[in-house]
């Protein structure tokens, strides 16, 4: 299947840390990228993280991946009013000759002062 | 090195009428790829492009094409427009070095085109 779900709305104080699910149904997939979506704007990439890999740290910014379960998640330590924002998964796999890429529903993340 | 640009930025259609959205890639770039996003959607996949030729494509009907040029600049052509093609949609463009290339092949975006249809 082509399905890639999150859950749809995450809301946590400021300070706190969020961590933001997503699960995915190809195995075969090579990447898995977490973008960001601000309200009228584009997608800014935030981090990625390569199939063989279980975990990722970047700043801020933890990416886990269980490829066993075909679960992805993104921690955002000390999150701030800045982060609200809506955050997409996608995986990206080899599909009849292209790299593809799918991206997830989205989870708004609300973040209270 | 600039970034994605897309235009128009808004524009409002008619049903049955043709629309062309436009894109230019990051420099050095050479795939552009087309999503469309529906209001609380995740984008969906539209095409793409490398080399000036289509190489993959999604769910969409023919009515949707376009066109990738030299310059690795791309549009986005919709015919016969439905009021169900009210949506944001995204250019993104990317390095790859092929259908089976082993790099992240990281997406960037532009800003994106907002279509209406009435």
């Known amino acids: 299947g082509e399905d890639v779900e999150q859950s749809l709305f995450l809301s946590v104080r400021e300070g706190d840390s969020s961590v933001i699910n997503c699960t995915y149904t190809d195995s075969s997939s090579t990447y898995l990228y977490w973008y960001k979506q601000e309200p009228g704007a584009g997608l800014q990439l935030l981090t990625y993280i390569f199939s063989n890999m279980d975990m990722k740290q970047d700043q801020r910014l933890t990416v886990l991946l269980n490829k066993k379960d075909k679960h992805l998640s993104l921690r955002i330590a000390d999150t701030q009013t800045g982060d609200s924002a809506i955050y997409f998964c996608a995986e990206r796999k080899l599909a009849g000759g292209y790299q593809k890429v799918t991206f997830g529903t989205g989870t708004k993340l609300q973040v209270i002062p | 090195e600039t970034g994605v640009t897309q235009s128009p930025t808004h524009l409002i259609k008619t049903r049955g009428q043709q629309v062309t959205l436009r894109c230019s890639s990051q420099s050095g770039h050479n795939t552009v790829s087309w999503y469309q996003q529906a209001l609380g959607q995740g984008p969906q996949f539209i095409f793409q492009y490398y080399r000036e030729e289509e190489n993959g494509r999604g769910n969409f009907p023919p009515r949707f094409s376009g066109l990738q040029f030299p310059n690795y600049s791309s549009e986005l052509n919709v015919n016969a427009l439905e009021l169900d093609d009210s949506a944001l949609y995204l250019c993104?463009?990317?390095?790859?070095?092929?259908?089976?290339?082993?790099?992240?092949?990281?997406?960037?975006f532009g800003a994106g085109s907002r279509l209406t249809v009435l």
């Open positions: 993104a463009s990317s390095l790859s070095w092929g259908p089976t290339n082993s790099g992240a092949n990281v997406l960037t």
